[in-house]
């Protein structure tokens, strides 16, 4: 055997890794470089007017890109599969303590990859194949894990959905207690992605308690609201509430659970782990835990009343300009813009108001005779605007400059006119130079 000593010079340079630990993105892969530059400029150039939509810190971002992205660590904090969790643990932990100041909650899980995975977690805890449950249809403004019939929700589950009245596009509290009367379900879901009222979560608790049901809240475009108090909280009300941690929130994007009741945590935490999820990506957790942090600090409550004041804003300036909002106005962040009477479909809306760097997407309204793909309206939301730096004026602006790219496509059809469109851009670069986005990146 050799006792020569191994000449670890020699062997770094027949095996130099220097471009793997030294080339940034713009070295390593040119072309996925290029398309995340252009992202940045269309986030800088355009208003984002997408409800589902924010724009994070700086500091979320770096936590989302950070060295976490390497590690596994499935199971929870101090009972994982996998040794060198040690940090795992503290940014679980800190996550999980965040969430559960920031809501006034006993328990949370901040696992979840998503808003559609968190919802699958609860059913899978709660639910057999054809038990029956209760939520928003997606033709009122609920979300597809609610049981649209092209989602597993729909798919492995008996769905009473419920809707909003025909005169008032507003939840009818009366038809949901007879329908759950009659159908007997085992979860009720309060919480919608397209619906710009208040949620009166006391009603639906009563519901429940009659019928013995579990009372799920998807509060995930509210959340923000609800920590910055712009919103009622479903606590105490909700047996189990759920959220995505981006939209109003303004984190990263992915879900979270939370509760009160200890005979919940069991059944939750095995749901999402082993039962649908592997290793959490822990990136996207310490990216939670940052955004959690945020949200706590007292100018987050500054932040959540000027999102819906500004929400307010926007729909009074679209009324003003002969564009009509489902059921008449909104109490949150979001609202829906009829475009019926202009016969302008949500499709055309959505690619002339881009041509003008306003950022939207088509939307489905209550009682909608059009299909999902064209729909009679757009969805429109204040929170990344608002992030921007936003107030009152600016989306007063913002409602007259979508006015004027509809009455193009009223007069002109699906192309619009070009001239407004020029115009609008125009105004809306002045805009977006004023509140800069990511300045210095």
Request: proline share 5%.
């Amino acid at each position: 055997m050799s006792t020569a000593p191994v000449d670890f010079a020699a062997r770094t340079a027949a095996h130099s890794m220097d471009g793997f630990w030294k080339d940034d993105l713009a070295h390593a892969d040119p072309e996925i470089a290029a398309a995340i530059g252009k992202e940045l400029a269309r986030q800088r150039d355009k208003i984002e007017l997408i409800a589902s939509e924010n724009i994070a810190s700086r500091a979320v971002l770096e936590a989302a890109g950070s060295v976490f992205t390497n590690k596994y660590a499935e199971g929870y904090p101090g009972k994982r599969y996998y040794g060198g969790c040690d940090y795992a643990d503290v940014v679980e932990t800190l996550a999980i303590e965040r969430a559960k100041q920031l809501f006034g909650c006993n328990f949370a899980n901040v696992q979840p990859n998503s808003g559609s995975q968190m919802n699958q977690a609860v059913f899978l805890a709660l639910l057999n194949p054809g038990d029956t449950f209760m939520g928003l249809d997606l033709n009122s403004g609920g979300h597809l894990t609610h049981g649209s019939p092209v989602n597993m929700s729909g798919k492995w589950f008996n769905v009473v959905s419920y809707g909003v009245a025909r005169e008032t596009e507003t939840i009818d509290m009366d038809e949901v207690a007879a329908k759950a009367r009659e159908s007997k379900p085992k979860i009720i879901i309060c919480g919608g992605t397209a619906y710009s009222r208040t949620w009166d979560f006391p009603a639906f608790r009563a519901i429940a308690d009659e019928v013995g049901a579990v009372l799920l809240c998807d509060m995930s475009h509210i959340s923000g609201l609800v920590a910055g108090g712009a919103h009622p909280s479903p606590f105490p009300h909700c047996d189990i509430v759920t959220s995505t941690t981006h939209k109003s929130l303004r984190g990263p994007r992915s879900g979270i659970i939370l509760w009160n009741d200890e005979k919940y945590t069991k059944p939750l935490n095995m749901a999402v782990f082993p039962g649908l999820q592997g290793g959490p990506l822990m990136h996207i957790v310490a990216a939670k835990a940052v955004a959690f942090k945020e949200a706590l600090d007292p100018s987050f409550r500054d932040y959540a009343r000027r999102i819906v004041e500004n929400a307010r804003a926007l729909a009074a300036s679209l009324e003003e300009n002969g564009l009509r909002i489902v059921s008449g106005g909104t109490d949150n962040h979001s609202m829906l813009v009829d475009l019926t009477a202009k016969n302008v479909t949500g499709k055309d809306a959505e690619k002339g108001l881009d041509r003008a760097f306003l950022t939207c997407n088509k939307n489905g309204i209550p009682y909608d005779t059009r299909s999902p793909f064209v729909t009679s309206g757009i969805r429109l939301g204040t929170p990344a605007g608002t992030t921007r730096g936003f107030g009152v004026e600016e989306f007063r602006t913002i409602g007259k400059l979508i006015a004027e790219v509809v009455d193009g496509l009223a007069k002109n059809g699906p192309e619009g006119d070009a001239q407004i469109e020029e115009s609008v851009r125009q105004r809306v670069a002045t805009l977006c130079a004023a509140f800069p986005v990511y300045p210095g990146m």
